[in-house]
């Protein structure tokens, strides 16, 4: 049986190995994304405090004044003083008329950093997002746009679009997915073959024999570190599954008996003719907010969109147990009162898996510490494709070796006998 698995483990290694190779490497790249882009950007995202900032509207009139024909989609300011604010803009289109999904859209992109905008866009899709999203980085003392930013003309979007579907569009997108479904069986397989019959086999399949020659160590480093991290590489493979196919995201969650779906944002109550179009301003919603969680990590307000809509401020507490783990609150647009809140532990458990599969996806569950740990990993997945096809290389001279010696043998004695 182990002859049939080592075939099918050796064939899916051949076939898929590259591309797992690329996944991996990009992954190790995409880990420190967020620290890497700050530290090379410093003054996109920091400034130096002067004073009391501005009021979130005034910010906002700035912005458009600095960019004209732009629209803002949502704003986004942290808790950290030095920080800038992130103003999302959806540049190109008229007011009012940007789809009836847009505040699902905000829903599922907050909690982000906004160059990641356009990353949640494209999630899933295979397709490059839309150019008109770009992002306005600004002083909150002064109101300049300190820098308009998009995604898509960065070096880490290059990565990710080769992460995800090889800079390829849905073609890659399916070559990357297939590859994924096939690295699944392949640790699945690795698993099958590693497991020993004997106590001894096990001491050898633990421990790398790191002053053995360069065949046992090759030999180690695929089977012995392959088996330490089979189980961190099936959770990585397992939620990348999710974006690469609808019908395994949608499974997971049936099998669950769950959704994953967002509880629908609650109408806003319909203001009277004396107050029609007098809605709350930015200030307000989050000063409405801040009286209940005060202490958030950072805040993202969504204005409505029409006069049914609500308005939709998210944030993350400072005790989140992760950086998708955000509290959502959505206010009457004319009034400012509360008609909803909804904290991540309040959410579904489809909704919880969904927010959480990410942080685990790229290490960010724990924060640091489980970023290195990922970094690890990811670049221990990457040399397996090269280990294995080694071994292979190494067998197959082997049992050539072994055909022509019994050849060379009769031949030696037949002449002998002569």
């Not at 004396?274 to 307000?301: C, M």
């Not at 990922?374 to 290389?393: C, K, N, R, S, V």
Request: hydrophobic share 40%; glycine share 8%; proline share 4%.
């Amino acid at each position: 049986m182990k002859i049939f698995f080592r075939r099918i483990h050796l064939y899916l290694g051949l076939t898929a190995g590259l591309v797992i190779t690329i996944s991996c490497l990009t992954g190790a790249l995409l880990v420190f994304e967020k620290e890497i882009t700050e530290a090379f950007n410093h003054s996109r995202y920091y400034v130096q405090p002067a004073g009391e900032r501005l009021p979130l509207d005034k910010v906002a009139a700035m912005v458009k004044e600095q960019v004209p024909g732009a629209v803002i989609s949502r704003i986004q300011l942290f808790a950290d003083p030095s920080r800038t604010i992130q103003v999302q803009l959806e540049e190109g289109k008229k007011g009012g008329k940007k789809g009836a999904n847009a505040t699902e859209k905000a829903e599922k992109s907050s909690g982000k950093e906004a160059r990641g905008a356009g990353k949640e866009q494209k999630e899933g899709t295979g397709k490059a997002p839309k150019k008109s999203g770009r992002t306005a980085f600004v002083n909150p003392y002064t109101g300049k746009v300190v820098e308009l930013y998009s995604y898509q003309q960065t070096f880490y979007y290059q990565v990710f679009s080769l992460h995800r579907w090889l800079l390829a569009g849905s073609t890659g997108k399916a070559i990357t997915g297939a590859s994924t479904l096939i690295f699944l069986f392949i640790l699945i397989t690795g698993i099958i073959l590693w497991w020993p019959k004997t106590r001894n086999i096990l001491k050898q399949r633990i421990k790398v024999k790191w002053d053995g020659g360069w065949k046992r160590l090759n030999h180690d480093l695929h089977v012995v570190l392959g088996f330490y991290t089979a189980i961190f590489l099936f959770v990585s493979v397992f939620t990348g599954l999710t974006w690469s196919y609808e019908w395994f995201s949608n499974g997971l969650y049936a099998i669950l008996g769950t959704s994953s779906k967002p509880a629908v944002a609650p109408a806003s109550v319909q203001a009277e003719p004396a107050t029609e179009g007098k809605r709350i301003s930015y200030e307000t919603a989050l000063a409405t907010v801040k009286q209940t969680i005060p202490d958030g990590l950072f805040y993202t307000l969504t204005a409505p969109k029409d006069s049914a809509a609500s308005f939709m401020v998210s944030l993350l507490p400072a005790n989140a147990l992760h950086e998708a783990a955000t509290t959502t609150f959505y206010l009457d647009q004319f009034s400012g009162k509360v008609l909803q809140s909804q904290t991540f532990a309040q959410r579904n458990l489809g909704q919880q898996i969904r927010g959480t599969i990410k942080p685990l996806h790229t290490g960010a569950i724990f924060g640091t510490p489980s970023k290195i740990f990922a970094l690890i990993i990811a670049l221990l997945g990457a040399i397996f494709p090269a280990t294995g096809t080694i071994m292979w290389i190494n067998r197959t001279r082997k049992k050539q070796k072994k055909v022509k010696s019994p050849a060379i043998s009769r031949e030696g004695a037949t002449a002998q006998v002569a």
